[in-house]
């Protein structure tokens, strides 16, 4: 979810798979009052990129401006994102809604040569997610989800001077993703699908396969 805490002055922009819920469900216990947490609502949506909130808050009548907040959110290792969504679809009741394909039975490399081809959600750049229509980043605090969700947020929220819960509570988590290797997943012609669509992210975030 996209939260606004006007209290800490923080806003946490949600990448989807990159911990989101679990994220959301911890900032519950330290959010300042008032606060916005914004759902498929108004301008923006649970996953919208920080120009959009940026443009929301900027024009809304909330009397507030991005740039007096801190913004920060996690970015995930292209690779394992994509893995990440695979194992999620094939576990989705709803399978067949929202324009999405019937990938339960999908290998990983029909997943990505199909589903990732024709669906924008899976197919735009991560690094949009935190740039201006300049390519400039207007996120504060980058976190990488693979170096630990809860350890970085203590750490920043400590550095600001912010009490915070002693444990996350880990959510939507795949028991399978928890024992098995993103690389186990992929074969020239996968690595070269994320390759091209994610070229961008993994120049800047000095990520690879």
Aim: aromatic share 14%.
């Amino acid at each position: 979810m996209c939260i606004i805490d006007n209290e800490n002055k923080l806003i946490y922009i949600a990448i989807s798979k990159c911990g989101t819920t679990s994220i959301q469900q911890y900032f519950k216990n330290i959010v300042g009052s008032p606060y916005i947490i914004n759902s498929n609502e108004n301008e923006i949506n649970k996953h919208s990129k920080a120009l959009d909130i940026k443009s929301f808050i900027n024009s809304s009548s909330l009397s507030i401006n991005y740039n007096d907040y801190h913004s920060i959110t996690f970015i995930r290792n292209p690779f394992d994102w994509y893995v990440s969504w695979y194992e999620y679809c094939k576990r989705r009741r709803d399978n067949n809604n929202n324009n999405w394909l019937d990938t339960r039975n999908m290998t990983f490399k029909e997943f990505m040569e199909i589903e990732v081809n024709i669906n924008r959600k899976l197919s735009k750049e991560l690094l949009d997610f935190v740039i201006d229509e300049n390519d400039k980043i207007i996120v504060n605090t980058i976190m990488k989800y693979e170096d630990g969700l809860e350890n970085q947020l203590q750490q920043f929220l400590n550095s600001r001077g912010i009490k915070c819960p002693k444990k996350m509570i880990y959510l939507n988590n795949s028991t399978h993703r928890n024992t098995t290797k993103y690389r186990h997943y992929y074969d020239k012609e996968t690595i070269a699908i994320v390759e091209k669509l994610q070229q961008k992210t993994l120049h800047y975030f000095n990520y690879q396969y």
